[in-house]
């Protein structure tokens, strides 16, 4: 059971509406003045959940990732941009000026950051047995929600401080004002570093298992530093920390059927998970404010168009169709293809009762499609409440990191850890690596196309590994005549805009500035 929002305390339950705000800062409450707070261990707890309730937010860093990537169209009506943003990133053609999924990201990811310095900036009010540990899921939280701003954003603003001689992301919420002395971090490389110190901090304190399947463990930890060590080409350290992931003896791949049920309700937060996103159905919300439902709205843009009659998926909106090459890449006999991709092929030329999305490929996201029997007992508007959880770090792409850690480092594992996840997707070692495939690294890169698709990452490694522009003028060449071509641009699309009112709400257009090739408008 997620037992998390049972937990939750009230003040953490009223969130602003967040298109209604009108100044940089109202991203997220204060909450109850610190004065008055901080006075046992169970507030110190309160504080910690609320910090974890902005986890549920980042369903709308997936709709953009997903689409982002090559391997998967954007969809949707095929009539009318019914997704704006959604299908302006698909195509890589998004301006400072969207907003809606944008936007989202950028607040709600603040927010989460804001609810963890909260605590921290209060780390020295009272001592308890066990406090350590929650200052070290705050460190982890903080850092989280960090790493998906740079991913998205780049060089971000933060509030930094020095503390024992090493550049620190301040323990010290942002409050109406700090905006005009915030500056963004010197680079990338920079802001990556910050989000290590976090992590370094937390991991000592972090036990190996946890009581509740929301609440982090070190394992989650380390496999974060060892992608943030990844993700600023830092190859030598990544092995490191993602060596002592595996070590850990903590998780395993799962096997045979419970792989192909791991992307259902019944194989959440199972011995692959290393950290799970944690959704339930049972506190709705409404359209004026869908990030305040406690369930994923993700899952329902990944389901056929109604009308849809199906005794096993529920209709949806139709988005996120893989492409005809991605499903190509996989062999017949890699089990990973089927639970990937959903086949709707000779359902659609049967002539049966089938909406067609825009750019449809006959494809769907098989491993975050809309259940019926998910959906029973769900509260409030149904699409909104989707209590399927979001596989966030799995321990088989923390296989795939440090194989790509340890062939850019000299490593010896590599192809070890690599064979692993492709004994599993074929269930024995027929097809192992061999040198006749080419490069190592290659072969890596693309075991986690397959591996991965359709969870979020695959944007992310084609930008930091330089081979975005590759993939997508390969994509162009590839698709149908009549889809429309995808032309990304070097040093501009490697990131996204800043939503313009940010700017404007922060007044930073001068300070921060846009980044770079987008227009002010």
Not at 71 to 89: E, H, K, L, R
Not at 187 to 202: F, G, T
Not at 214 to 229: D, E, F, I, N, R
Not at 345 to 353: I, P, V
Request: proline share 4%.
């Amino acid at each position: 059971m997620k037992k998390i929002k049972k937990l939750k305390y009230i003040f953490f339950t009223v969130l602003i509406t967040l298109a209604a705000c009108d100044e940089f800062t109202e991203v997220d409450p204060i909450g109850p003045n610190a004065d008055n707070f901080f006075n046992t261990e169970e507030e110190y707890d309160d504080a910690l959940i609320g910090a974890y309730d902005l986890l549920q937010g980042t369903f709308w860093n997936n709709t953009l990732a997903v689409s982002a990537s090559d391997d998967f169209g954007a969809g949707g009506d095929s009539f009318n941009y019914d997704q704006p943003v959604i299908q302006n990133v698909n195509l890589m053609i998004q301006t400072p000026a969207d907003q809606e999924q944008l936007r989202s990201v950028w607040q709600l990811m603040y927010a989460g950051m804001n609810r963890a310095n909260y605590l921290l900036e209060n780390k020295d009010k009272l001592d308890f047995s066990g406090k350590d540990e929650i200052l070290a899921q705050g460190y982890f939280l903080r850092a989280f929600y960090a790493f998906e701003l740079v991913k998205f954003f780049g060089n971000i603003p933060l509030k930094t401080e020095e503390r024992n001689g090493v550049l620190r992301i301040a323990d010290a919420q942002v409050l109406a004002g700090d905006e005009l002395s915030m500056e963004r971090v010197s680079s990338i490389s920079v802001a990556y570093e910050l989000i290590q110190e976090d992590l370094k901090e937390a991991i000592p304190n972090l036990p190996a298992t946890q009581d509740q399947p929301y609440k982090v463990t070190k394992g989650a930890a380390q496999a974060l530093l060892g992608k943030a060590y990844l993700y600023n080409g830092q190859y030598s350290d990544a092995a490191t920390a993602l060596n002592q992931v595996i070590s850990s003896n903590q998780y395993q791949l799962t096997m045979g059927e419970d792989y192909e049920n791991m992307f259902l309700t019944e194989g959440e937060n199972g011995p692959e998970s290393v950290f799970e996103i944690q959704y339930t159905n049972v506190e709705g919300a409404g359209w004026e404010c869908l990030h305040c439902s406690e369930g994923s709205y993700f899952v329902q843009f990944n389901g056929p168009r109604s009308p849809y009659d199906d005794p096993v998926y529920a209709s949806g909106w139709g988005f996120f169709l893989p492409t005809q090459v991605l499903y190509d890449l996989y062999d017949d006999n890699d089990m990973r293809r089927d639970v990937t991709i959903f086949d709707l092929r000779e359902y659609r030329d049967s002539g049966e009762n089938y909406s067609a999305p825009r750019e449809d490929t006959g494809f769907y996201n098989h491993k975050y499609m809309p259940r019926k029997s998910d959906k029973a007992g769900n509260a409030s508007t149904a699409e909104l409440v989707h209590k399927n959880n979001y596989r966030a770090i799995r321990y088989a792409d923390v296989l795939l990191m440090a194989a790509e850690a340890e062939s850019q480092s000299g490593g010896s594992n590599a192809e070890t850890y690599l064979n692993l996840v492709r004994a599993r997707a074929y269930g024995d070692n027929s097809m192992d690596y061999t040198s006749a495939e080419g490069d190592l690294i290659d072969a890596i890169y693309t075991e986690r196309r397959k591996e991965l698709a359709g969870e979020g990452h695959r944007f992310f490694d084609l930008v930091r590994t330089g081979t975005a522009k590759a993939a997508f003028d390969a994509y162009n060449a590839n698709k149908p005549d009549d889809f429309e071509a995808i032309n990304f641009t070097v040093n501009k699309n490697e990131v996204f805009p800043i939503p313009r009112i940010e700017l404007e709400l922060a007044l930073a257009e001068d300070t921060w500035g846009q980044n770079p090739g987008y227009t002010s408008n």
